[in-house]
């Protein structure tokens, strides 16, 4: 079975400097990737996903993400933060045939310092 | 263009007492799912659709029920609510042919005394 680990759930950051969330999955094979934002109050919206070729995708919002196989990781970045990007963020991973059933890590709970 | 609409919003039950969320897309999206957020738990999925009058269960389908009479909708019922039900649930919607990603609504939350 597919799982997705953040294994950070708090990350607090100062305006301007840059982020990294971090995202391991498990799965059998190259899986699709996607990290979600959800601000207060509101629901999830794609940030950027990863299905195949490049492995360094860029989002909304000023975000990437780097695939790397051999760490099964899918970190996000962002080199420089802006206080509107306090948010929760989600990595989700799902197979990338058969199954439509995503699967979502706990969440990363992004707060920003002024 | 409206996307996946959820609703009530907000709503709160007594133990025991019964309610139905509606969730409505108009992307003609072929899946659908109910999640719910709990603190620190991420999202877990309670039941899924693949299309118009069928459902199957999730990782969490217990005291929830679904139905897919219509494409378009997807209602999640609770016949008897417990205080373990409070949560804030989401609605997605999802194109086999479509970019990839699940379409998410608003969310609504729901208190359970």
């Known amino acids: 079975a597919q799982s997705v680990t953040q294994p950070d759930i708090h990350i607090t950051v100062s305006e301007g400097a840059s982020l990294e969330l971090r995202c391991n999955y498990s799965?059998?094979?190259?899986?699709?990737l996607f990290w979600y934002v959800q601000s207060p109050g509101q629901g999830l919206q794609l940030l950027l996903k990863?299905?195949?070729?490049?492995?360094l995708v860029q989002g909304i919002k000023g975000f990437e993400a780097e695939f790397k196989r051999s760490q099964s990781s899918f970190n996000l970045r962002k080199p420089s933060v802006h206080w509107s990007d306090a948010a929760e963020y989600f990595c989700a991973v799902r197979p990338s045939g058969g199954s439509y059933i995503p699967t979502f890590g706990r969440g990363t709970s992004l707060i920003v310092h002024p | 263009n409206a996307g996946v609409t959820q609703t009530p919003k907000f709503r709160v039950l007594k133990t025991g007492q019964s309610m139905t969320l509606l969730c409505a897309q108009d992307?003609?999206?072929?899946?659908m799912y109910w999640y719910r957020q709990d603190p620190g738990m991420g999202l877990r999925l309670i039941h899924y659709?693949?299309?118009?009058?069928?459902?199957a269960k999730g990782e969490v389908p217990d005291g929830y029920n679904v139905s897919r009479l219509k494409k378009q909708n997807f209602l999640l019922g609770l016949e008897s609510a417990a205080p373990s039900q409070t949560s804030v649930y989401f609605c997605a919607s999802y194109s086999r042919t479509g970019p990839g990603e699940l379409f998410f609504g608003e969310g609504s939350r729901l208190t359970v005394l």
């Open positions: 799965y059998g094979a190259t899986p699709y």
């Open positions: 659709s693949v299309g118009e009058g069928t459902t």
């Open positions: 990863y299905f195949s070729g490049d492995t």
């Open positions: 992307m003609n999206h072929e899946y």
